[in-house]
């Protein structure tokens, strides 16, 4: 290969110490290695509970808050409070129903909104599911199936029957995966459920879910809205709540604070209904980068003390060089190009053995629990991670190589040669 | 004082030209570091195209010194150099980097040469840094340099692997490669013994003679001095024969 005498002096002082340059090439790879790992592992991991969080919860969920601020009372209203004290003790709500009251209306000015993907209805209660003696708490889900499938995809997650059993099986019931296995039931199976009303219905078992998150899949079970109106005794416009996808789910947040002044109820959004989970992938992402960046600097510490080190050797070729007629860029040059295909190459050999570091964990089974639904440690490959680690690399190698660099092509030649 | 005024004068007029490759006019140095010292004091001298010109004195004297600054490594002083009928004085160090690449070539007491480098790839580099010709003919000009002193046999070999008359003999083809005008030579055979010695001055001096090449050289070196063209001969600074 032919290369300008600067750079052939960069190679051969590269190859003439190989060791050297292995060393000082093994610090970037292992850096940029363990950078991608980190990154891939924990954007996988994220990824993952982020898409349980979305699909177990809709983007936005109209409810009827019921209000337990009791500061005033209506004896406040004909009463002089300037003279009296009204002291109301223990007050509690009354005659109060949580449904949302003008459901149908509602539902059909939302489907007119070009911002929403899917309107589904929904109406939730607290069930028992005897078991024999044994009564487990959970909730009841009443929904239209088809449009619920919609907002959470539920018909990927079945892991035994359809969702359509649904429509066709009368009183039938789709169960959490490990709810049924705790219940003992499969399909075909009859389960009876009890309201804290009192009431109680059988329901025949018509596929069972799975979310992947424990509390959803312990507790949760889907049966038509109907059947709920039924069993809780209420007519055919009840419903709890009115859940929706957006076409874009970053804008919850403000399309929900909207609805909640349009239809004085409480709107909720995916991020505030699961704040804590929100936070925990905010922080993952901020520790990610934050050791990812540590491992980078380390590196370039390793190539600054290498490039250090090797021009302090080469105080005299360098002198030399300068006598012959290269110019203090020529010399800086040279050592910039040396330590720049240090990190160029541990740039390289990283992003390989990052990838491969994280096949491996891609491959590792993670321990078996009941809660999750995964059998291998998630993990993404995304190309930007892998840019990402390259330029961040070179950067840093640049930047250690060109400090050195700049002090060599500094050097006063006379002052080396005298002696 | 008055001779070296009566000089300048005669300098400055009509020659230059001619065959005068080297001209330091007043050239003042001092070194402030520890203590303040005046080292040249109002240097002047020519040299002519061929000559040999061995520098000599006692350490301290200020030989090393001049001979840094009229190679244009060292710029710090006060004065005027001409080399070749060019002012060199106040030229930026990318300018004298060049000009010393093409005009000057260095043999150090101690070779310097690179030692990652083979004997052959030492002698081409500074040619192929002045990027006059093909590396192809850069090969053969360093392979025909190299052969000229008798090392065309190690051309291939690592030059921290030869002696030390080897590796001066290969430092002395490097400085021959771009065709100098003048060679700079700070004591070349400090290093070697007798018979190296005797090989280098050989050399140098059928340089100037069959190749009219300027040789300005700093030795120690009785013999070497007394066998060359012109001896300078400084003392606290100045040029005391000439």
Redesign the interface.
């Known amino acids: 290969m032919?290369l300008p005498?600067n750079y052939?002096?960069a190679k051969?002082?590269l190859?003439?110490?190989k060791r050297t340059t292995f060393t000082a090439m093994l610090g970037v790879t292992f850096g940029i290695g363990m950078y991608v790992l980190m990154i891939s592992f924990m954007s996988g991991f994220n990824e993952f509970l982020e898409d349980s969080l979305l699909s177990a919860t809709p983007d936005i969920s109209i409810y009827n808050d019921i209000k337990t601020d009791y500061s005033h009372s209506i004896l406040d209203e004909i009463s002089d409070t300037g003279k009296v004290w009204n002291m109301v003790h223990h007050p509690k709500p009354k005659d109060i129903t949580p449904n949302v009251h003008n459901s149908q209306k509602i539902i059909e000015d939302l489907k007119r909104d070009p911002r929403i993907r899917a309107v589904s209805p929904l109406l939730s209660t607290q069930v028992f599911y005897n078991n024999g003696p044994v009564q487990i708490n959970g909730t009841l889900q009443g929904v239209n199936i088809l449009d619920e499938s919609k907002l959470s995809g539920l018909g990927d997650k079945m892991k035994t029957g359809k969702i359509e059993n649904l429509l066709t099986v009368d009183n039938g019931i789709l169960l959490g995966h490990s709810l049924a296995t705790k219940l003992n039931v499969q399909m075909g199976d009859l389960v009876t459920l009890a309201t804290p009303n009192g009431t109680s219905m059988r329901f025949r078992v018509v596929g069972t879910f799975q979310f992947g998150l424990g509390s959803l899949d312990l507790v949760r079970s889907y049966v038509s809205l109907s059947n709920v109106q039924q069993l809780l005794g209420k007519d055919n416009q009840y419903v709890t709540n009115i859940n929706m996808k957006l076409n874009d789910n970053t804008q919850a947040t403000a399309v929900a604070k909207e609805f909640a002044a349009r239809y004085g109820y409480k709107a909720d959004d995916w991020q505030n209904a699961n704040a804590s989970a929100m936070v925990s992938i905010t922080i993952r992402n901020v520790m990610t980068f934050v050791v990812s960046f540590t491992l980078l600097v380390v590196a370039g510490f390793g190539i600054y003390n290498i490039m250090s080190m090797t021009i302090q050797n080469k105080l005299?070729?360098i002198?030399?060089?300068?006598?012959?007629?290269?110019?203090?860029?020529?010399v800086r040059t040279i050592f910039l190009a040396e330590s720049v295909t240090i990190g160029m190459m541990g740039a390289i050999t990283g992003l390989a053995l990052g990838f491969l570091m994280s096949y491996g964990v891609l491959n590792l089974p993670f321990p078996k629990n009941d809660n999750i639904s995964i059998t291998h440690y998630p993990v993404t490959f995304h190309w930007y991670h892998y840019m990402f680690g390259v330029v961040f690399g070179m950067l840093t190698t640049f930047i250690a190589g060109l400090m050195p660099s700049v002090r060599a092509s500094k050097i006063d030649?006379?002052a080396i040669?005298?002696? | 004082m008055i001779f070296g005024q009566k000089k300048l004068e005669k300098e400055l007029a009509p020659t230059g030209t001619t065959d005068v490759v080297l001209e330091s006019i007043k050239l003042n140095k001092s070194f402030y570091e520890p203590d303040e010292f005046h080292v040249l004091k109002d240097v002047s001298f020519q040299v002519k195209r061929s000559e040999f010109v061995s520098i000599v004195g006692k350490s301290g004297c200020g030989k090393s010194t001049l001979l840094y600054l009229i190679s244009t490594l060292d710029t710090a002083y006060t004065g005027e150099i001409h080399i070749n009928n060019r002012k060199v004085t106040g030229l930026t160090q990318n300018q004298l980097a060049r000009f010393r690449n093409e005009h000057i070539g260095f043999v150090f007491q101690f070779h310097f040469l690179l030692p990652e480098f083979t004997a052959l790839q030492n002698v081409m580099i500074p040619a192929e840094k002045l990027g006059k010709y093909s590396k192809s003919e850069i090969e053969d000009r360093a392979y025909e340099k190299l052969k000229w002193l008798g090392m065309d046999e190690f051309a291939g070999k690592l030059s921290s692997k030869l002696s030390g008359g080897q590796q001066q003999r290969v430092a002395i083809a490097r400085a021959l490669i771009n065709d100098p005008t003048i060679i700079m030579g700070d004591e070349p055979t400090g290093n070697l013994d007798s018979t190296n010695t005797n090989i280098v001055f050989d050399m140098l001096k059928d340089l100037s003679e069959s190749k009219g090449q300027t040789i300005i050289s700093v030795t120690h070196d009785e013999d070497f001095a007394q066998k060359s063209d012109r001896v300078i001969e400084m003392k606290d600074g100045e040029i005391i024969k000439q």
Do not use: N
């Open positions: 032919k005498v052939e002096i051969t002082h190859l003439a110490k005299k070729d002198a030399i060089l300068k006598a012959q007629g290269f110019s203090g860029s020529d030649p006379v040669l005298r002696g």
